[in-house]
């Protein structure tokens, strides 16, 4: 990375919530790079008056910047920065890559990517299946890198459980719990208890012991609870696969949930049908199933969950050090 890269942190203060953690993440891992120049440049998303300010500032900044200058951004934009963007590349002479957090053209039915991807210079993707699909619709003679993971820090320590004294495998099950992203919790009826964190759940069954919410940066409440849990990463309303809009979008990205346990050495249950599959089955940190049913047997496995959970801790150290978006930098053209 011999270039000038600027990375441009464009959250304002009023989006520091869970929903926004893996830009916040990866504003302090970067500042922490010589290689890298963070710049704040908020880029609001509120009324009309707070995005006309906006406005005027992220244009002060790209008219500002220097030939030869590399602009890193999150990606998407929100409206209309990413089109200014692309205005201001006709006037100046400056190259920008892109840090790949969703694709609306997957998350949304109709929904088109800006054109804004087709012009970058580097795009860092979640995984192969994603960088695939980009493809297919377009994306063609841009440096793409695979993140394979993204990075989740905080402040616990996941060396404070008492692994001896876990007897029992618990089922572990965080994020967003409306019946929009996971129905499938409304309807189903495990035969072990599970343990879910989250906001939006209104449910009833008695296996599914609701605990509230954590902070995102200090996720101790699930260290606190000291058991031996399996991390879901499911979504959509079926327990025999993952279905629906959220479901299907599980093909392609890499949920920010398997970050968050495996950062906690927690091993991970994957949909066999996910793009994260491939890098489980890799990295040998959790099982992969085609229905919830199999649970079951997975969680009376002692064994299998210590092998799990050893290479869980492998990538723990990883993902807290930023290690995964350090990699994927070094591949910038």
């Known amino acids: 990375m011999s270039k000038k890269y600027i990375y441009i942190h464009d959250l304002t203060e009023s989006e520091n919530h869970a929903g926004y953690k893996a830009r916040h993440d990866i504003f302090n891992i970067l500042k922490k790079r010589k290689e890298i120049e963070v710049v704040k440049v908020p880029l609001s998303i509120g009324g009309i008056f707070e995005r006309i300010s906006s406005v005027i500032a992220f244009m002060k900044f790209l008219n500002n910047c220097r030939q030869g200058e590399h602009l890193v951004f999150n990606y998407p934009l929100a409206k209309p920065y990413g089109k200014l963007l692309e205005i201001m590349t006709f006037f100046r002479s400056f190259n920008f890559s892109l840090i790949v957090h969703d694709l609306n053209s997957l998350r949304k039915k109709q929904a088109k990517e800006d054109t804004l991807i087709y ?40 060396q404070t459980r008492n692994i001896e004294a876990c007897v029992d495998i618990t089922l572990l099950i965080a994020g967003n719990l409306s019946k929009e992203k ?14 879910i964190y989250g906001i939006n759940y209104n449910g009833t069954s008695e296996k599914l ?19 031996s849990y399996y991390g879901l990463v499911w979504d959509g309303d079926s327990q025999l696969t993952c279905s629906g809009m959220f479901g299907e979008y599980l093909k392609y990205n890499n949920p920010h949930k398997a970050s968050l346990y495996l950062s906690l050495s927690i091993p991970v249950v994957v949909w066999s049908g996910s793009a ?11 099982v992969v199933i085609d229905n919830l049913n199999e649970l079951e047997h997975i969680i009376r496995n002692k064994n299998q969950w210590e092998h799990c959970r050893v290479e869980a801790e492998r990538l723990s150290l990883k993902i807290s050090n930023g290690d995964f978006l350090g990699e994927a930098l070094k591949k910038f053209e």
């Open 119 to 158: 012009k970058a210079t580097n795009i860092i993707s979640h995984n192969k299946t994603m960088t695939s699909y980009m493809k297919d619709i377009g994306v063609e003679n841009i440096n793409i890198i695979e993140l394979n993971l993204f990075d989740y820090l905080h402040q616990c320590d996941s």
């Open 182 to 195: 996971a129905g499938y919790l409304y309807s189903w009826e495990p035969t072990f208890p599970v343990d």
């Open 209 to 227: 012991n609701y605990h509230g919410v954590f902070d995102a940066d200090n996720p101790g409440k699930l260290m606190s609870m000291n058991k």
């Open 276 to 286: 994260l599959a491939e890098f489980v089955r890799r990295e040998k940190c959790g």
